[in-house]
Structure formats: C-alpha cells, structure tokens
C-alpha cells in the first residue's frame, strides 16, 4: 500500500555507469507503487561529499552495482510513503542521511530507465526525486536555511560523533586535525563545543589553512614529508603532558605512518578518512602497549533521530557556527564540474540546488 500521490512521468538523476568516468544525467522512471519501508521524496538541497569520489573512483574495490546513483546527503519533502513507515509522514521536511536511523529498511531500492534497471541503496541524492529507506529520514522543524540541513546528513553530524564517540575527547585534551575538506573544518569547529584546549589544522593546501585560520584556528601546511615546520614542534613540546588526539581525515596511509608517530600515553588517533583498497599503514605497536589506541570510525557512530536534532537546535543556539566554508551551488547537470572543484582542493562546500 502507498499512501500519498506518486508524480507520473520521469525524473532526472545523475548516474554512475562506470568507474573512474564522469556521472551521466540519466532519465528515472518513477515508481507505480512503493514498497514496505519505501520512502519517495522531491530533493531540495543535496551536498557533495568526499565519499563519493571515493565511489566513482573505487577506493574500496571494484564496484558491483554499477549502474547505480550516489549522494548521502540533502534536505527533502516527503511525497508518498510505503507501508509499515511511521516515522515520517507526507509534507515532511527531512534530512537524508546515509548511517541509519529510526524506522525499517526497505528490501529493495533500485530504479528503472526504461527496461534498464538502476541501483539506488537505501540512500542516494543526487536527483530531483529519491527513493529511500525511512531509516535514513530524520524529520526536521528548523529556522535554519535549508541550504545548511544536508550538512546535518554527513559533515556535522561525522565530526561531532567522531569527537564525542570515538575520541571521548574532553577539555585537557589538545587536537591535531589531519587534512581540513569539510570534514576535518567541522572537527575543527566542532571541537568549540567540547572545550578542547589546544587544537592545530594541517593539510597540504595553502588555500585550506588559510580559511582555517580566517576562522581562528592554529594551522599549518606540510606535505608530511622532509622536516616537520616549527609551529608542529613546538604544538607538541607545548602539550607533551597532555593526551593528543588525532583525526586523520585523509584517508593516506603516508599520513598515518608519520602523525602516529607523534603519540605518547595515552593518546588516540581516529581514522575518519577512508585508506585505498589494498592499501597498508605501517606503525610501531609498541605505543599500543602503553595505552596508545588507534579507532576506527564509522560516521562517528551517531544516533541519528537523536543527534540531528540535538545538534541542530545547538547551530540555531549557535553553540557553533554554520557558515565555516563558503557555498558553491549547481544545477544537477553542472555535478560533474562541482565533483571536479571538489578533487581540486576547494574550500567551498559544493550543493546541488534542485
């Protein structure tokens, strides 16, 4: 049974057909009826995050659901409902997120362009129209711009959770943030919520330091390799007493292998970015005996029906600041040209407006 009125006609997504190639503008035909734990809504907003690069390159391997859209991220209206959804109903602004949440998952979600049949997963965005899971919906009742909601599905809610879960970082401890894209500037910001007592930016790109220190944090740009610069030295002599956390939100195994290095007591290192397939860190394990711990995080294990509207009532109370990185906006057929600014190194967030 669906509830709701499902459009007639079709709709335009953006599709991966292969590996390490552009995206295709693709013709979606909407579905005649939804399914158990089906969820049909019209996208407003979808951010483009860096795990899809990760996608469209096969980062984690060769990709056995090709042909299939992307995106785990947006703000959206509910246009119809399958049976067996409660959490959600018709009219609803939701944030879409890809850990899940409260509510089922659906058995099936792909889509068809003509007799072809597209994969979707329980979560994708990149289209004016998705067919998702209702465990990856969290209903929503803001006065922020909707333009901000998608940040909630992944950049927000990922370095908060990383921070509160996976670190249990607290206010004596001091914070090395590995690569500043939008990950590593919401660690950076999020760390203001916990009180964080020192805490240092590093990346590669003159242009992301700046804009992390434009926004008051310490920064520096090394390439991890040849001699460290003397702001990190002295960063760590400073805080030599103190447990340091580091976020690593590369995903370089090159990365790993130094910053670990830096570890003393008790200290952790969390590994947000995803390494390549195949590919090995090499660490001493002697620091692993004497409290050391290396974590591995999976969107900062959140809770969504809990965290979302936790952390955006803390942005409307501005516990925290929105406007870290500036915005890019694109049509969906201009996705290929945002993807390409965003493997560039650009500080801005890039978002489809629908």
Known sequence: MTVGEIPKGRFLGACLEKSHMPLEIIKLDFPEFLTEKQVLVKNIFSSICGSQIGEIDAKKG????????????????????????????????????????????????????????????????????????????????????????????????????????????????????????????????????????????????????????????????????????EVIRLFKGRNSSKRLILMDTTGRVEVINKAFEWIQGEGVMVLIGVTPNLQKITIDPMPLHFGAKIVGSFGGSILPQSDIPYLVRMAEEEQFQMEIMEKSFFDLSEINQAIELLRSGSTNKMILKF
């Open 62 to 229: 060769p990709d056995q659901f090709l042909p299939h859209l992307l995106g785990h991220e947006a703000v959206s209206k509910v246009v119809a409902i399958g049976s067996e959804v409660s959490e959600v109903k018709i009219g609803d602004t939701v944030i879409l997120h890809w850990m899940k949440g409260k509510g089922g998952q659906a058995l099936d979600h792909f889509l068809f362009n003509g007799k072809r049949k597209i994969n979707a997963g329980p979560i994708t965005t990149f289209s004016e129209y998705s067919l998702v899971s209702e465990n990856r919906c969290t209903r929503i009742q803001t006065t922020l711009k909707l333009e901000n909601l998608p940040l909630f599905g992944c950049s927000v809610t990922t370095a908060y959770g990383s921070l509160i879960n996976d670190a249990k970082v607290n206010s004596n401890d001091v914070l090395v943030v590995l690569g500043l894209g939008a990950i590593g500037m919401w660690v950076l910001e999020m760390s203001k919520m916990f009180k964080v007592s020192s805490v240092l930016g590093i990346d590669t790109l003159e242009n992301r330091v700046f804009r992390a220190r434009e926004l008051g944090f310490a920064s520096e740009r090394w390439n991890f390799s040849g001699d460290e610069p």
